[in-house]
């Protein structure tokens, strides 16, 4: 979306920015909301930026993946009045600075919220939970008479449970300490306020609840600081998120209306989805002819355990979507992309179920299966960055790749490493002996011994936990959840260490994107030219969603709220990312029946829906 005239949403923003009057702008899918984003930074620069760094001011981007930060950074051209960074690493790298400030709010604050929501557990009998419930308030209650004895802290982004006593913050309590920080702590406040005149927070409606709350407390009231977040409440798909997001009191509310990707037959279908933003085609897009159609095939009666289907019939299911894929002379289109909602469809497919089965079971907790469906957890990080890539390249005889893999990623090849000191021929040769060695213990070994002989021969940079979970002894207890259940991180390393190389492989190559899946959630702020969407509620046994009581009520039954409002927001997300033509697969017990009842609804007219008996 290069060369877009500003709109008159971006107009709006530059009129608040002259007034320091914070906003948020309502911007639907394929608005260019990113492009508003960095426009408006570039904004602040015009008007603000000598000033700012005259005075030691920056201004705050806050971006939801490092992925997104990157992009946006480059689009500033790496320009060093702005601090673009994720939630999580940009809060800690303020508070860090203010040990006194994070003891006094775990005191006061975040251990007696623990304490509070474990009584709630309590109810002073003698069931498992009401006694867990109790040693962990007692726990909690240690942790409080001797929190003053803790002098610093520390966050890693991969610690999941905070140990007080320690000074170990975890990642799920960083927010809402970092949120009473930024509401109590006067201190706290005041640094933040003269160090970032400006807060730009992107994709909102994803934003922990606490952390807009304080934001709108530090930036009430006229003239800087001010906040503007950008985002869709619509695009929402984290629970946890804040959904629809508001500003400060006195803020200005922008909708940016335009869509600059997908065709008109499309947005029109977006439109019917939302009361609050009515798309227009903008750019290109308004002149391409594009497409819809909805199948819907006859499901059998789920004849397995807790109403999924059985071997015969996932067989059986999978075959007829493959029938109406060829139907439409989608089999060998290479352009497509096919979205399921779950990943444990793709990972049936592809051929890692296994490994997703380890990565969302009763070993994962919820930061786990967050960071293994990102390729980042830190089991996996390695392989996906510099393991896989050199087995690839070995395989296709690719040396330029190794040693470039090699030397931005292997600590015993780069600049300072073991090998700094060796001439290039010799590199080489030592290069491609350690990545025939990796290979064949690839082929051959388990993971573990995969992973012990890279962090020995420094071809990866593992972390301090990584290390720890390879040198202890294997846990050999059988798992109880309320025995070990802050410790169920162990048993996820040790099943994971006997694992065989061949299904992270190809985890791997769904990363990188060399398939055409890909689940609904991990799509969003991605366009593709032709898009096929699969809606099988039983084949995904995903409770938190139903797409046929979304868009068949009558037929598949009516959904909870919140399962009609998550169902709602990810069907947007999937249609809204086609550029030209959109597929939907709906399997249905009652196809006559749920087509009669799309056309009453007025989802989609008759020439776009066909049954596949």
């Known amino acids: 979306m290069t060369n877009i005239v500003p709109t008159k949403a971006d107009g709006a923003v530059v009129q608040c920015l002259r007034e320091k009057r914070s906003f948020t702008m309502v911007a639907g899918a394929g608005s260019g909301k990113t492009t508003s984003l960095v426009e408006t930074l570039k904004a602040i620069e015009k008007l603000e930026g000598r000033r700012l760094l005259r005075d ?49 709010s775990l005191r006061r604050r975040i251990i007696p919220d623990h304490i509070s929501k474990l009584r709630e557990k309590d109810n002073g009998g003698k069931s498992k939970a009401a006694l867990e419930a109790r040693t962990k308030i007692e726990e909690f209650q240690k942790i409080l008479r001797q929190i003053d004895s803790v002098e610093n802290f520390h966050y890693g982004d ?64 006229d003239g800087i600081p001010i906040v ?52 227009i085609p903008a750019g290109k ?62 990972a049936r497919r592809l051929g890692f179920l296994a490994l997703h089965e380890l990565f969302t079971g009763s070993y994962a907790s919820s930061r786990a299966k967050n960071s293994y469906e990102k390729g980042e957890h830190l089991l996996l990080k390695p392989f996906v960055t510099t393991i896989v890539p050199l087995i690839q390249a070995n395989s296709d005889g690719d040396n330029r790749a190794i040693i470039r893999i090699l030397t931005s990623k292997a600590p015993a090849f780069n ?36 992973l012990r002989f890279s962090m020995k021969q ?58 055409p899946y890909s689940t609904q959630h991990g799509v969003k702020g991605e366009e593709y030219e032709d898009v096929l969407v699969v809606f099988d509620d039983t084949e995904a046994a995903w409770y938190s969603y139903s797409f046929g009581k979304l868009l068949t009520p009558q037929t598949a039954g009516e959904a909870k709220d919140t399962q009609l409002a998550r169902s709602q927001k990810l069907a947007y997300v999937c249609f809204s990312r086609a550029v030209k033509n959109l597929r939907i697969v709906l399997f249905t017990p009652k196809p006559e029946v749920a087509k009669d009842e799309l056309l009453s609804k007025g989802l989609f007219n008759k020439s776009q829906i066909k049954i596949w008996e």
């Open 228 to 279: 503007g977040y950008f985002g869709d409440p619509m695009q929402q798909i984290y629970d946890a998120g804040m959904g629809d997001f508001t500003g400060p009191e006195n803020s200005c509310v922008i909708t940016k209306e335009e869509n600059y990707r997908s065709s008109p037959q499309i947005i029109k279908l977006l439109n019917v989805f939302r009361n609050d933003v009515k798309q």
């Open 458 to 515: 420094g071809l990866i940079s593992a972390s301090e936990r990584l290390k720890k979970e390879l040198v202890r002894p294997k846990r050999n207890e059988d798992y109880n959840e309320n025995l070990y259940g802050t410790e169920k991180s162990d048993w996820l390393a040790d099943s994971f260490f006997e694992m065989a190389g061949a299904e992270v492989e190809k985890y791997c190559s769904f990363l990188d994107e060399n398939t």
């Open 415 to 450: 600049y300072a490493g073991e090998h700094s000191d060796k001439t290039i021929r010799e590199v080489r040769l030592i290069a491609n002996e350690i990545t025939a060695k990796l290979s064949e213990l690839f082929e051959n070994e388990n993971l573990g011994a995969v």
């Open 56 to 104: 030691g001011q920056h201004v705050v981007c806050i971006t939801y993946t490092n992925r997104a930060a990157e992009v946006i950074r480059d689009r500033l051209r790496q320009n060093p009045l702005f601090i673009v960074s994720t939630l999580h690493s940009f809060l800690w790298g303020e508070m860090k600075h203010f040990p006194n400030s994070i003891r006094e």
């Open 158 to 221: 991969d610690t999941i449970y905070s140990n007080f006593l320690e000074g170990e913050i975890g990642h799920d309590d960083l927010l809402a300490l970092a949120a009473d920080l930024i509401s109590r702590s006067h201190p706290f406040r005041r640094v933040l306020g003269q160090k970032y005149p400006y807060w730009l927070v992107d994709e909102a409606q994803d934003t922990s609840p606490a952390i807009i709350d304080a934001l709108n407390s530090l930036c009430n009231g």
């Open 285 to 346: 897009n308004k002149k391409i002819n594009g497409s819809i159609e909805i199948m819907l095939v006859r499901m059998e009666e789920p004849a397995g355990a807790r109403n999924s289907y059985s071997d015969d019939q996932l067989g059986r299911a999978q075959n007829r979507l493959a029938e109406v894929i060829d139907n439409w002379g989608w089999t060998d289109h290479k352009g497509i992309k096919q979205l399921f909602l779950a990943r444990r469809m793709i």
